[in-house]
């Protein structure tokens, strides 16, 4: 049965966790980025009006839904380094899960549902962006922007939270 201490766990992960992974996806993304010569790289943390700026981060009124980032011009501008950005949500995620798990094997951090829903969330994050698709927007999943990229032999740029432009 759905109770109070349910509810608040809810809030807790739709309002703290979940934009927690978000952040860590889209830091994955900026991370490769920035390794391949990004400039320019501005990140987006949620949807709808924007709320306020800080640095090349800006925060929208839907915090918790939805995050992305932009970039100008890389330095090193080929398929190999579009892969690694396409792909370093994810693998960020993977990474956090390894070693959020570790941390709860050696007993550094206590076995909770916070970690269980962050976790989840983080293998949630890793499915559909890696699910070859395009959004309702019409941009493709960070899989589908690869397949592309895979199977033409252009850079393309474009991915639903990770978008290069020229």
């Known amino acids: 049965m ?3 201490d349910d509810f608040l766990k809810f809030i807790q992960a739709f309002f703290i966790i979940f934009p927690a992974v978000t952040l860590l996806h889209v830091l994955g993304h900026i991370f490769f980025a920035k390794i391949f010569g990004g400039k320019e790289i501005k990140v987006v943390i949620g949807c ?21 980032c932009e970039y100008n011009h890389l330095t090193f ?4 380094s579009h892969s690694l950005i396409f792909l370093g949500g994810s693998l960020f995620n993977l990474v956090s899960i390894f070693i959020v798990n570790q941390l709860i094997w050696q007993q ?7 970690w269980h829903q962050f976790i989840y969330f983080s293998f949630y994050f890793i499915f559909f962006a890696l699910l070859p698709m395009e959004y309702e927007n019409g941009s493709p999943s960070d899989g589908k922007a690869l397949y592309r990229l895979i199977r033409n032999k252009d850079v393309d740029k474009s991915s639903s939270d990770c978008q290069g432009r020229r």
């Open 2 to 4: 759905f109770g109070f």
């Open 48 to 68: 709808g009006k924007r709320l306020f700026s800080i640095g090349f981060v800006e925060i929208r009124k839907y915090y918790f839904w939805y995050g992305g």
């Open 77 to 80: 501008d080929n398929r190999l």
């Open 108 to 114: 550094i951090l206590e076995p909770s549902i916070f």
